[in-house]
């Protein structure tokens, strides 16, 4: 900034009382004193001060009205400290009475150097001739005059409002609120909003950040829209389920279908087969026990095992109950302990429904079968499983040590659940035709025996093939009582070898082949062992007997025999027990 002074000077409204003050700073010198003169007229003047800027410059001081009127009351001015302003420095005229400036404080501004500078004052110049008011206590006006050095002879003076340009060499002050302010200025009314509206500062935003905005703005509320409408779903739901809902409490069910089912279903073959199973209920010899049954045909024959009749004996009751409630009395016809089998028949009933018998032979292990029976007097129980063997040599009985209960049954092995009560009951095939009779089980508790204890069914159970079934029900109701086909020797049941060996001797302490029996003509002789029948081997004399009363007498076999060392093989006729 030099030496030179800075400055600047506006123009404000004609007839208005104050005159704003000029302000300057100096820079690397102290500024000199400021006085303040007040003229005539009772307006305040404000002071003007000044700087020095490197150099001598005398002080500003106020200067007295031109023409030089004294001032009211007579009274002699005081001297002032320097002589008259030879630049004619507003307020024009000699210095007055001393008296001081209104305050008038404007932020600094900070250079680049960092030292503080005031910023210029903005000055507005009565329009000249405009009397200002005089100092307090001193009456009259002066008009006031152009500036000399502001504005040049036979120039006009600004309007009112425009700022005066800063003398040459100085930059124009920079456009602020500071700049622009003004103590003594009256507030004029806010203009009506019409323009569009000032920025604040902020940064606009784009067409598309407000439209993710809007997105995001959506998808938090859809987001608070599913939490809270989740948590009133959930108390909502907790209360229902704790309360028992709301209303009546109707549960979703399937509607009424044909009763019919397929016929080779499960529930289709039972629903034939059950009408022609029946219940027996025997007693008679301190003894009782319940039993299955089915319908032979219609007379009323019905074929069951013999465990299950013979607590009756001769004098005992036998009582038939039928799928319908409908009982009936029965009475024995026939019945053989080496097949358990036994016939009784029911009279005084009509309508009665044979079941279909099937054929034994043509059985394949893995065939699906139809248990049912009375399982511990449960009746009209229905299971179903499969053909787990075919052929299996098995005895029951036994119960009264001579061998005369004993049963020998070449069997059909089934997986189907058959507990005590089951026994007599028909094994049903795909078709619903009997292919068996139920007898035995295997029982982890007891051993295999007829009802095979109390402990229940593991899986294992054992049927009669029908087709032996058939020939002794035939037989039971035709003459009372079945044959049994024989070889004609007598078998050594403490040989522990493997096949079959005949004894030394017989029961009597005769020879153990029946002399002219088939055996005999076979040529079988004493110490003989059999380890085939008909091809299949075996592995005792229990498999031998179940193996021969797999057929029927007269039928051929062919045997398979070890005599001291040598094998041989012999063909045979079965004989009969009746004969």
């Known amino acids: 900034m030099g030496a030179e002074s800075a400055g600047a000077a506006s123009g404000g409204p004609e007839n208005r009382g104050p005159v704003a003050a000029v302000s300057a700073a100096s820079v690397g010198a102290e500024p000199a004193g400021a006085v303040s003169r007040v003229p005539e007229g009772g307006g305040p003047v404000a002071a003007v001060s000044g700087a ?31 002589d008259p302003d030879p630049y004619s420095t507003p307020p024009y005229g000699e210095p007055g009475p001393w008296a001081p400036a209104p305050p008038v404080q404007h932020p600094a501004t900070t250079p680049a150097q960092g030292t503080a500078v005031a910023p210029p004052a903005q000055v507005r110049a009565p329009a000249p001739g405009t009397p200002l008011p005089p100092p307090h206590g001193v009456s009259g006006a002066a008009p006031v005059p152009a500036p000399a050095h502001d504005v040049p002879a036979g120039l006009p003076l600004p309007a009112p409002g425009v700022p005066v340009a800063p003398p040459h060499g100085m930059a124009p002050p920079a456009d602020g609120p500071w700049q622009r302010y003004d103590p003594w200025a009256v507030p004029a009314a806010a203009p009506a909003a ?80 059950l009408p022609s199973v029946v219940t027996l209920h025997v007693s008679g010899s301190g003894e009782q026990g319940t039993g299955t049954g ?79 029976g009375a399982p511990f007097d449960l009746a009209g129980t229905v299971t179903s499983g499969i053909i787990s063997a075919k052929e299996r040599p098995i005895t029951a009985g036994g119960d009264k040590g001579d ?134 081997r075996i592995h005792s004399g229990e498999e031998l007997i179940v193996k021969t009363r797999a057929h029927r007498p007269g039928d051929q076999l062919e045997l398979t025999l070890q005599r001291e060392g040598r094998e041989r093989k012999v063909s045979l006729r079965l004989g009969s027990s009746g004969d």
């Open 194 to 273: 019409t323009g569009p509206l000032l920025q604040t500062g902020a940064a606009v935003a784009t067409p598309e950040q407000r439209r993710t905005r809007a997105r995001k703005a959506l998808v938090a509320g859809a987001v608070l829209l599913a939490v809270v409408s989740g948590g009133v779903g959930g108390v909502a739901g907790a209360y229902l389920e704790r309360n028992g809902g709301v209303g009546t409490v109707e549960l979703p069910q399937a509607g009424k279908e044909p009763a019919g089912r397929a016929p080779g279903s499960v529930a289709g073959i039972a629903a034939r087969a």
């Open 294 to 372: 089915f319908v032979l045909d219609t007379r009323g024959h019905i074929l069951t095992n013999n465990h299950v009749v013979e607590p009756a004996g001769s004098g005992g009751e036998i009582t038939v109950t039928f799928n319908s409630g409908d009982t009936a009395e029965a009475t024995v016809v026939g019945r053989d302990s080496g097949y358990d089998l036994a016939v009784v028949k029911v009279k005084g009933v009509d309508g009665l429904s044979p079941l279909p018998l099937g054929n034994s032979d043509n059985v394949q292990v893995g065939d699906p079968v139809v248990a049912i």
């Open 403 to 536: 061998g005369s209960d004993v049963s020998y049954v070449d069997a059909l092995q089934t997986d189907a659940p058959i507990n005590p009560g089951n026994s007599g009951g028909p094994l049903l095939d795909a078709q619903g035709r009997v292919i068996g009779i139920n007898s035995a089980i295997r029982s982890a508790g007891s051993g295999s025996d007829a009802e095979g204890g109390q402990a229940g069914s593991i899986g294992l159970g054992f049927a009669i093939p029908v087709n032996q079934g058939k020939r002794v029900a035939e037989e039971l109701i035709n003459t009372g009582r079945a044959t049994h086909p024989v070889i004609g020797i007598t078998l050594d049941m403490n040989y522990t070898g493997d096949g079959a060996r005949v004894g030394t001797k017989s029961n009597d302490g005769g020879s153990p082949v029946t002399p002219g029996g088939p055996g005999a003509q076979a040529g079988i002789k004493a110490g003989d062992v059999i380890t085939e029948v008909d091809g299949q």
């Open 52 to 82: 020095s800027v490197g150099g001598e410059f005398p002080d500003a001081v106020a200067g007295v009205p031109q023409g030089g009127d004294p001032v009211a009351g007579g009274a002699e001015r005081p001297k002032p400290l320097h």
